[in-house]
């Protein structure tokens, strides 16, 4: 029987040098239950010469799950380019491959709610049964969670829904009360933890703090344990919780280092604040 909320570690976590195989160790020697993929990843897989039943092979050596696919982007453009609507089709195949109920969506592009909504609405009305978690980040055309919430909602899709991130909810500046009272719990699809150094990088260059200067959950200045604790006082149930610490520090440790260190820290916030990710 799976586990309702595997602890998953973000492809980002362990940055691109790595194999497969040498992902899937470092996770599962790590503590976790479950791995993040990206399209980038899957087709790099690929490109080592695995199949996918190599792939799938691999998994079960390691008694080891992906419980998050990602990441589609553009969706809400009038004209898609060829690119960006093959990376969606592998996105579905991803999914359908690891049993996999949703994929992450941000987008960059700065649109009205009305334009966003209707893209929105399409691209869930594409994916069928998967989950479409948009993922509100502050230096994107969604860049808090009223947005994303007004779009998900005027999508009117049952399949739309948010993703939730420990470091783009503190730089946009949410509180952790009052602001999440607007919508659902069961409209919160996924969650994603990490923290943030003491001070921002500019407006201008935030993205890049965000690929590259993460912290790992609780040793920061964001207060995880806090934003836990809002979602368990919400009443949210992931389809998993994933740690999503993208800092190049750990990662020049080394994968090993980046996975256990990440998982250690993740699991003392989580035994405060949300011990019933852990059960």
Known sequence: M?????????????????????R?????????????????????????GLHDEDILNILKKHDMKVTEVEYITLWADDERTLEQQMKEQICFKMCELFGVK???????????????????????LRAGDIIIGVEPMPYSGIPDL???????????????????????????????????????ADKIVSVQINDVQARPYAKEVLRDESMHDRVAP??????????????????????????????????????????????DNAVKVLKEAWPEVLA
């Open 218 to 263: 609780g040793c920061g200045y964001g207060d995880t344990a806090g934003f836990c604790k809002m979602l368990q006082k919400k009443g949210v149930k992931p389809n998993a919780v994933g740690v999503e610490v993208i800092c190049d520090e750990y990662v020049e440790k080394g994968v090993d280092f980046a996975a256990k260190y990440t998982y």
């Open 146 to 184: 009223e947005k994303g919430w007004k779009v998900v909602e005027a999508s009117g899709c049952d399949n739309a829904k948010i993703i939730l991130d420990t470091w783009h909810w503190v730089r946009a500046n949410q509180p952790f009360e009052k602001v999440i009272d607007m919508i659902p």
């Open 24 to 48: 899937v160790i470092a996770a599962k020697n790590a503590g976790y239950e479950g791995i993040g993929l990206r399209a980038e990843n899957y087709i790099a897989a690929l490109q080592e």
């Open 2 to 22: 799976s586990k309702q909320h595997p602890l998953t570690i973000s492809s980002y976590t362990l940055g691109t040098k790595v194999t497969f195989e040498e």
């Open 102 to 124: 949703q994929i992450n969506c941000g987008l960059m592009e700065n649109y009205s709610i009305e334009h966003t909504a209707q893209k929105l609405k399409e691209l869930c």
